[in-house]
């Protein structure tokens, strides 16, 4: 199993950007599909973006769509997670995860390797 590392989180005003990394190591990661999820205080972990092995097939939740890009580095066995005007109902953990599949799966039974995660927090 591939092992995940995200970076990139901290404290932000609404409106404000940020960028996630996630490193991974251990596996071959250009075979799978990857994804960020986020986990708020009190509620479940939820789908935030998911893209294919080669990065052709992206798919996003509705509440981050035209926010938020998700990229990959193969050469450098690296996820990203681009974040523009950001929400205080943005704030939580966000964690990578790489699934036993290749393609860009929104389903968390479907990924079988996470990070620890980062916190964002999203201030008004």
């Known amino acids: 199993q591939v092992q995940l590392v995200e970076s990139g989180g901290g404290l932000v005003q609404a409106g404000g950007s940020l960028r996630l990394s996630c490193a991974a190591s251990?596996?071959?990661?250009?075979?799978?599909?990857m994804g960020w999820f986020r986990q708020a205080p009190g509620k479940e972990r939820e789908f935030v973006a998911a893209?294919?092995?080669?990065?052709?097939?992206?798919t996003y939740a509705d509440v981050v769509k035209g926010r938020f890009t998700i990229s990959r580095d193969n050469a450098k066995n690296t996820l990203f997670l681009h974040m523009n005007s950001l929400k205080p109902e943005d704030t939580g953990v966000y964690s990578c995860?790489?699934?036993?599949?290749?393609?860009?799966?929104?389903?968390?039974?479907?990924?079988?390797?996470w990070g620890q995660g980062t916190q964002v927090t999203v201030s008004s």
């Open positions: 995860a790489a699934a036993y599949t290749a393609t860009a799966t929104i389903e968390k039974d479907e990924y079988n390797s």
């Open positions: 251990g596996g071959i990661f250009s075979l799978n599909g």
């Open positions: 893209i294919n092995w080669n990065g052709g097939r992206t």
